[in-house]
């Protein structure tokens, strides 16, 4: 009642910006003020460690230094073979999971407990653990490749050939439960009728598969490899843990060459501009991207 | 509510109590300062709060800080590289009121440590530090293995020579690939562990140790920031792939991103027969080896030059601390001659005359002759402001070329300094 009459006078509008006041206040404040730093910062000479050196505008300076950056274009590289390579099998294996226990079986609950154990780590302990697990003398990846086949000694991280592979394999074991876990989901909603129509027209599981789970699913998968994108186009903390970006720059992701210029070189205005580039390409390939994905939801 | 007033009560006690905070990297020495200071408290009833962060996010953990103007620290023991920084962007507080007030005079410590962990401009009489941990990067071995008869005669045999300390890099490389896959008491060990890591400096602080001693001069000495020609030398050209030599035919599989740690494991664990690392360490090593039996101590060989690349820190007091008197009077006590003589005892290097000069100091420990060789030939990374960009562009072509093996020795020298010139050219340098 009181608030009843607290409220008195106060029109819909108003409450409703009353709610949602402190949510714009926090994201202004967190999210687009940083953003027009940044691109004001992106315009000039700013280092930020440089106390007492006043930033001088140095116009598009920055962003022609980025643009033509080899070794810039070298980590994009590295982060477009990652981010494809990393979808590309979550999306394969976590299907074919979700499909797996999708069925009735026995111990159904118990493996799906354990197959999505690894999304809950920490992604700077998987790093941790998995250097070890990646040791050519005493690691336990080397052990089982070679039980299959003898290669011999080999040395995934310390490898430029192997290296950007041994951070796909982290990272498809820690996270192909959560494309797992949302096919899973859109494999829950399909419903059985279109299954038992289908059978009643005889058509073969293979047919099922293609006509009916896939376009259902289909949504499902490009959501959760929609945010794997965004996870992997930013990812940091694993790779610099397993690798610190080695050997040489074979697995330094734009991400961690950003860190490298933002906060240990500190190159603020430049860094704020290699920022801007990467979201302004996040944020286009991700437009795309959702007009795509609402195109094959409406089919 | 008995609990809360003990709190509160625990609360006002600590706030009335004097005292400041330490920051220095988590290592050895570390806890052996820990120790040594629990004197000057009782002296003098100052608490010393220490926060010690392991190595590869010290400098990020303590520049960042420094960046900020932040207060957590009234002291801290900052590498020798950021002496530059610390003076010329204000953040550490210069000495030299100070230091004449208390009548501690510099020419009571060595020079060489003066000159690379307190003064700004280089060689100049501005102190922003007091020589806190003289360091240089050393090398241990397995004295045991070496003492072998059988071990002995076959390398005698071999190469023509004693197997022993080695007297250059390529005696080095020779003992190295002897032991290298060699089974020793049913087991596979392997030459060196030596520094290859990636993200912070390691690898450079590694193969500056064979160029330096091949004669590697960052700079033309009479023109300052002319590198070419120096930097990348023949003689550091060839320093450079002498140590992608050294790291592809001696070190233990898997040792392609290792620092001060991960060789101290690889030497501890009996893998390896030679492992690089800062003196710093020795203490440590040498404890676990009481009749001296297993590990033998040298400083870094010669090859065209003697030379060893310089570790160690300075002690300074932060510019942003509201307690910078006590501050210095911690200092002012850790310049004692007797405090240094009992800092050495424990475990910290220390850099005063009167205990480096003691008669009995070469023989105190089995690497403190070594630790004096060492720190008559040391040679520094730049201590420019601006040397994280600086080592940055070197960690990464290094750590390519001789980890990864891409393309050659002179084209990653030529690389980093089109980095450095850059770098230069952004702080006004050229």
């Not at chain 1, 999971?97 to 302990?125: D, H, Q």
């Not at chain 2, 009335?16 to 004197?39: F, H, V, Y």
């Not at chain 2, 100091?361 to 630790?371: D, E, H, R």
Request: hydrophobic share 45%.
């Amino acid at each position: 009642m009181s608030v009843k009459k607290k409220f008195k006078g106060l029109s819909d509008k108003a409450v409703a910006w009353l709610f949602i006041g402190p949510s714009v206040f926090l994201l202004l404040a967190i999210n687009i003020y940083p953003l027009i730093y940044a691109i004001r910062m992106s315009f000039t000479n700013f280092y930020a460690n440089k106390i007492g050196r006043e930033p001088q505008f140095v116009g598009l300076k920055n962003y022609i230094k980025v643009l033509n950056k080899e070794a810039i274009w070298e980590k994009m590289q590295v982060t477009a073979n990652f981010m494809f390579w990393t979808l590309l099998l979550q999306a394969v294996i976590g299907l074919g999971l979700a499909l797996l226990l999708n069925r009735k079986f026995k111990g159904n609950e118990l493996l799906t407990t354990l197959i999505v154990l690894p999304m809950m780590l920490s992604p700077a302990v998987v790093g941790v653990f998995w250097t070890y697990l990646y040791n050519p003398q005493v690691g336990l990846f080397n052990y089982v490749v070679n039980f299959f086949y003898d290669f011999g000694s080999f040395d995934m991280i310390g490898s430029s050939e192997l290296a950007p592979w041994s951070i796909v394999i982290v990272d498809t074991w820690m996270w192909t439960p959560f494309t797992m876990l949302i096919c899973l989901a859109g494999l829950r909603s399909v419903p059985n009728y279109l299954y038992e129509a289908a059978e009643v027209d005889r058509a073969s599981k293979w047919q099922q598969f293609i006509y009916i789970t896939l376009p259902s699913v289909l949504p499902f998968l490009l959501l959760a490899l929609l945010f794997r994108g965004i996870e992997n186009f930013k990812m940091f903390d694993m790779v610099v843990e397993l690798t610190s970006g080695g050997p040489g720059s074979a697995t330094e992701l734009a991400s961690i060459n950003l860190k490298r210029e933002a906060f240990e070189k500190w190159k603020t205005g430049y860094s704020s501009a290699f920022a801007v580039i990467l979201f302004v390409t996040i944020f286009g390939f991700g437009n795309v991207y959702v007009k795509v994905m609402n195109k094959i939801k409406e089919r | 509510m008995i609990l809360l007033f003990v709190s509160l009560f625990t609360f006002s006690a600590n706030s009335n109590a004097k005292s400041i905070t330490l920051g220095w990297a988590a290592w050895d020495p570390a806890n052996a300062l820990q120790e040594l200071t629990k004197e000057f408290t009782a002296e003098t009833g100052i608490d010393v709060n220490f926060e010690f962060v392991p190595w590869p996010n010290f400098a990020d953990r303590m520049l960042n800080e420094l960046n900020n103007k932040g207060k957590t620290f009234d002291l801290l023991i900052g590498d020798s590289q950021w002496i530059g920084a610390g003076a010329v962007y204000g953040h550490y507080v210069k000495l030299n009121d100070f230091f004449d007030k208390e009548g501690i005079s510099m020419n009571d410590f060595s020079p060489a440590t003066v000159y690379a962990y307190s003064t700004w401009p280089k060689g100049s009489e501005n102190y922003y530090a007091l020589p806190a941990m003289g360091d240089a990067l050393a090398w241990a071995y397995r004295k045991d293995w070496f003492d072998r008869p059988e071990l002995k005669s076959e390398f005698k045999k071999k190469h023509g020579y004693d197997l022993g300390v080695p007297a250059s890099w390529d005696q080095l490389y020779d003992m190295c690939t002897f032991f290298q896959g060699r089974e020793i008491d049913g087991q596979k060990r392997y030459g060196a562990a030596i520094n290859t890591e990636r993200g912070s400096e390691g690898i450079t602080m590694g193969v500056t140790a064979a160029m330096y001693a091949w004669g590697m001069e960052y700079e033309n000495p009479n023109k300052p920031y002319d590198m070419e020609g120096y930097f990348n030398s023949p003689q550091a050209v060839e320093a450079v792939e002498f140590y992608r030599k050294l790291y592809e035919d001696c070190a233990p599989p898997g040792h392609s991103d290792a620092y001060m740690v991960a060789n101290l494991d690889a030497y501890k664990s009996g893998q390896v027969a030679f492992q690089m690392n800062w003196y710093a360490f020795w203490p440590g090593v040498s404890k676990e080896d009481s009749d001296g039996r297993v590990s033998g101590f040298f400083a870094n060989p010669k090859q065209n030059v003697a030379a060893a690349t310089l570790g160690g820190q300075g002690i300074s007091v932060v510019k942003y601390s509201d307690k910078q008197d006590l501050a210095l009077e911690y200092i002012k006590w850790f310049a004692r001659p007797d405090v240094q003589q009992k800092w050495w005892d424990l475990g910290g290097y220390s850099c005063h005359n009167d205990v480096l000069n003691s008669p009995s100091f070469p023989t105190s420990t089995v690497y403190a002759q070594g630790f004096l060789d060492s720190m008559g030939i040391v040679k520094d990374f730049w201590q420019e402001p601006t040397f994280v960009e600086l080592m940055l562009p070197m960690q990464e072509a290094i750590h390519d070329y001789v980890v990864n093996g891409k393309g050659t020795a002179k084209g990653a020298l030529d690389k980093i300094i089109e980095e450095w010139v850059e770098v230069f050219e952004a702080d006004g340098k050229l």
